[in-house]
């Protein structure tokens, strides 16, 4: 599971059925610097995320990629990622360093 803030929707003018009724958002992974508020969106890479939840720009969320984000299906689908929760707070304190 990752954390991530979600940066975009995708709008698509045609869509597989068995994805009708969700959205695709664009997320920026979160890593220690942006849980830690030392840098809003700082990663290059912005998967497209599945989402049933109702998640919005600014969000901030927890997904999987990979085999996990078929989970929530009973039949094969070609996802590879999913939001799995909304976070409404977190806290993140990063490792003493010595």
């Known amino acids: ?31 220690a610097d942006e849980l830690s508020n030392k ?16 998640a919005g720009v600014g969000d901030a969320i927890l997904y ?4 996990e984000a078929m989970q929530p299906f009973d039949y094969p689908i070609p996802l590879d990622a999913i939001t799995v929760a ?3 707070t977190y806290k993140y304190t990063p490792p003493i360093q010595d």
């Open 86 to 88: 909304l976070l409404e």
């Open 64 to 67: 999987v990629e990979g085999a």
């Open 1 to 31: 599971m990752k954390a991530g803030r979600v940066i975009g929707k995708v709008t698509m003018s045609e869509v597989a059925p068995q994805f009708r009724g969700a959205c695709w958002l664009m997320v920026c992974p979160m890593g």
């Open 39 to 54: 840098n809003e969106y700082g990663s290059d890479s912005s998967p497209v995320v599945y989402d049933k939840l109702g």
